[in-house]
């Protein structure tokens, strides 16, 4: 039995300064990564002593910390929305694109979590030569083994950088889970209000019709003139334009949501439902400074930020040297292809590789990781900054809208007071037909006002969910 030992041994110098910056890189080695969660307690407290939503409470009438803002849009009692919501997180194929890149980026975090154990393989292999008259037979199996060893803590590095990844595309897909959400509940207000809008508008172009009719008679009778009827008739084309607009409003919405929810717009039919515009549906948020802190953008551009930071540091490590450790053990049989009269051999040899040549090149990569790194919390700064903006920009655009829709409200009302006041007058004599005709193109003028203002208040509380997003949009993906 022959024993074969291989071992390679590599020398180097080791000066006092040499040891000491090598024991400082190693003790640092996991040292300098971003500690999520204390930023996150100070995006919490930043928030808390902005205190945006307590601003506001006044302005509304109303106390916006509630119940639990969970499902909020099922407060719309509507049927027909619950399932366009369902249909819209399993079907929507832009989520399903994003789910799958999550899948993804978890399995390149398992493949660099895999970088810590030894690499390496199996190989078996026969061989039958021959020359002339003499022939030869070799078998061989080895196991080879490659060991990159993390003593200074670069592979740790890339680990964190590759999980950083992995959780900022969670982020993504729980940001577009909310898009998609808000987008489904908007497209279906937007739908119903404007199915309003037209029978309104049909309304009043019967009413015009009706009037045109009337006036006809009596220019005919001689009773009026033509004036009243050209005037009548130019607000019946007015409004008789405006009916192909609305037409193709309704279809935007339902191609729209016919998007969201994976499927052709043909193939969605909604029911009329004009009774969610009349439904009592407010905005209650259970801890809003905690929805802001916990949206989705702000915690991707964290992990954004903990991704290049993690880059940084092993970039900074490639400065180092680089010590791995590479074996094999196998048998090899000469002259035989069935292991048999086999001899043993392995080998055991220490690498250290230090690319002290490429010093410029690595120390202009290490200083082009760390710009990245400030630009990536440049941008973190600046997502938190825009995140309590539009919070405070949705319940600013909630006050305004509550305020419009009371004052088209109260138009409303008198608007069809006054045409009350104007039919009864022209049955009296008192008031020529024009002037009634007037009237009532005023409150159904009105009405429409109304029902904009109505659309609009809706969509604002809805975009004031979609702000406030941190706690909802973690329920739902948790529910899923």
Known sequence: MQLVKTVKSVKFNTSLT??????????????SKIDLASEQNLVSE???KANIAGDFGGELNANLTGVDEKNWWQKL????LNQLVTDALVNNHNLHTSQLT???ALARLGEQKAQYLPQGGVEIGAQRSGLGETNSRQSSANVALDWQLNLFGRITALVDAANASAMSQAEKVRLLQIEVVSSVVKGFVSYQGNVEKQRILTLQIEALTQSIDVLQARVDEGVANDLDLNRTMAQLRQQQALMPAIEYAKYRDLSTLAVLTGRLAQELKLSNEQ???EYEFNVALNEPNKAIALRPDISRALYDFSQANSLSISASKALLPDISLTSFVGVISIGSNDFSNTQQQWQVAPQLQWSLLSYPALLAQRDAQQFLTEAAYSD???VVLSALSES?????LLVNQAQQKYFADERYLFANKAFLQAQAMYEEGQIPYLELLDARQGVLIAQENAVDSTISSLLAKVNAYQSFNGQWSYALNNTK
Do not use: P, R
């Open 18 to 31: 040499a040891t000491a910056i090598l024991v400082a890189a190693f003790l640092s080695g996991c040292a």
């Open 46 to 48: 930043f928030v808390a």
């Open 77 to 80: 009692d509507s049927s027909q």
């Open 102 to 104: 999550l899948k993804s």
């Open 275 to 277: 009774a969610i515009l």
């Open 380 to 382: 973190y700064q600046q």
């Open 392 to 396: 405070e920009l949705s319940l600013q």
